[in-house]
């Protein structure tokens, strides 16, 4: 049984780690097959392993080309977006009390969203500003404003993700009136199709910058699991453990700040992946966080690598958003999470 397992400590987490370490090495490989044009599998593996001096097979210059410049630094982005989505999702959840709780609920993304926007449409610190601050700075105010709506400490983690709801729709809104307004038809079209996720731009700059931004965060997030943990029965019994709350909760909320903002930045709001995987994980390592953790960030990546798949097959010469791919699957999760919460008669 899965929770027998969860019990099993470090041996039964290495076992399934590996496990999900072969299944993102075959999805990386098969989500590099897929494009305008077909490469076979086998193929890509020799393009891959004469990247890396392992073989020297004699394979067209324009495939291995095509394989190292374009396709695997997507799956690879790929991979690192759903590991830091989950993690984002695993740390809210124990920090707010709520199985809900994830980056898209809580506004995190479409904060980051309008201030992504906010630097490409209307040109906001352009020159001194960046992508990734304008971001990061949405993804704070969105925090800000939902400290200030559930009024912090005061209210409860429903009330908290209300708050969330409440934020989201109003940085939406903001980010819709300034695509709209400001920006000309075509620049309107990429940014709302970017604003859905779309790994179709990112390259291998793109998966060295999240790479620090995700193994850092998840440092961090490891140093504090058992702050984490404890978390989890309420800001009380943390304080009467020796956990320093406030301190912990904003290194935390600024650590999924970081995290989401980086990843809207690059790739677009993706919703879901901080709701779904974290649970899936749980059911199988269980709830300590220092095997929870790891666990989030391995089947987000081979999660949200399938996504990608999907969004390039799903329809007929074009790709579906990411952000649909990922709503596709979890508004059942988000569904059947509530079913589950609702009171009993």
Do not use: K
């Not at 940085?171 to 970017?194: C, E, K, P």
């Not at 910058?209 to 504090?224: K, P």
């Amino acid at each position: 049984m899965p929770s027998d397992r969860s019990e099993g400590g470090a041996g039964w987490l290495a076992i399934f780690l590996a496990l999900m370490l072969i299944a993102l090495a075959f999805v990386v490989a098969l989500a590099t097959t897929i494009g305008d044009f077909s490469i076979g599998l086998g193929t890509v593996v020799l393009a891959i392993t004469n990247g890396f001096g392992l073989t020297h097979a004699d394979i067209p210059r324009i495939q291995e080309a095509v394989v190292w410049d374009l396709r695997l630094s997507r799956a690879l982005v790929a991979a690192l977006a759903g590991a830091g989505l989950a993690i984002c999702g695993a740390i809210l959840q124990a920090l707010l009390r709520n199985a809900l709780a994830e980056p898209f609920v809580l506004g995190v993304s479409a904060g980051a969203s309008t201030g992504a926007v906010c630097v490409i449409v209307l040109g906001i610190g352009a020159g001194s500003l960046t992508l990734s601050m304008g971001a990061f700075a949405g993804a704070f105010a969105a925090f800000a404003l939902v400290a200030i709506l559930s009024n912090g400490a005061t209210s409860g983690p429903n009330h908290t993700i209300l708050a969330g709801v409440a934020a989201a729709q109003l940085f939406n809104a903001l980010t819709s009136y300034i695509v709209t307004t400001s920006g000309n038809a075509q620049q309107a079209r990429d940014v709302m199709f970017w604003l859905l996720g779309s790994f179709g731009g990112v390259r291998w700059g793109d998966f060295q910058l999240l790479t620090v931004v995700i193994a850092l965060g998840l440092a961090i997030c490891l140093w504090m699991a058992r702050s984490l943990d404890a978390f989890t029965f309420g800001d009380e019994d943390a304080a009467a453990l020796g956990v320093p709350v406030a301190r912990i909760r904003l290194i935390l909320f600024a650590v999924t700040a970081m995290i989401t903002a980086t990843i809207v930045s690059m790739v677009g709001a993706i919703g879901f992946v901080g709701l779904v995987v974290p649970h899936a994980a749980r059911y199988v390592v269980g709830p300590i966080h220092l095997r929870l953790l790891p666990a989030c960030a391995a089947v987000g990546a081979v999660f949200m690598v399938l996504a990608d798949i999907a969004s390039r097959v799903v329809a007929t010469q074009q790709t579906v958003p990411i952000g649909v791919v990922t709503a596709l699957v979890g508004v059942p999760f988000f569904a059947i999470i509530l079913y589950r919460a609702r009171p009993q008669a």
